[in-house]
């Protein structure tokens, strides 16, 4: 029984450490380096303190219409990550939208 409980414990203790937001881990490191594992940006914004790069998926909702041949309604799903005049991850930002990023505007 003792063994159980104990069992019990780790899982419950390994499963609340590993809720950490995953971007959190960008945070201090170089843009070469998040270009290299998340790949080139949709698209890039000079801002006061630095760059934001903006990483956008677009995601279709289902329509529940199954004859139509047209994609139906959509939104973006947006991750804005700030770099610094060094070249370092410094904030992030996660955000829905319904606009295309040709469209969005940053204000500073």
Known sequence: MKKITLLLI???FAS?????NTLDG??????????KSWGFP????????GQILVYADQV???SNNAK??????????????YID?????YSYKNEKQNYPPQQIVIAD
């Open 42 to 49: 949709i698209r890039t914004i000079n801002n006061a303190q």
């Open 85 to 89: 005049f060094e070249g370092k991850v």
């Open 60 to 62: 279709y909702k289902n």
């Open 16 to 20: 609340c450490s590993s809720s950490k």
């Open 10 to 12: 780790t899982i419950i």
């Open 26 to 35: 960008l945070t201090g490191k170089t843009r070469h380096n998040l270009i």
């Open 68 to 81: 139509q041949r047209i994609a139906g309604p959509s939104y973006w799903n947006y991750t804005y990550i």
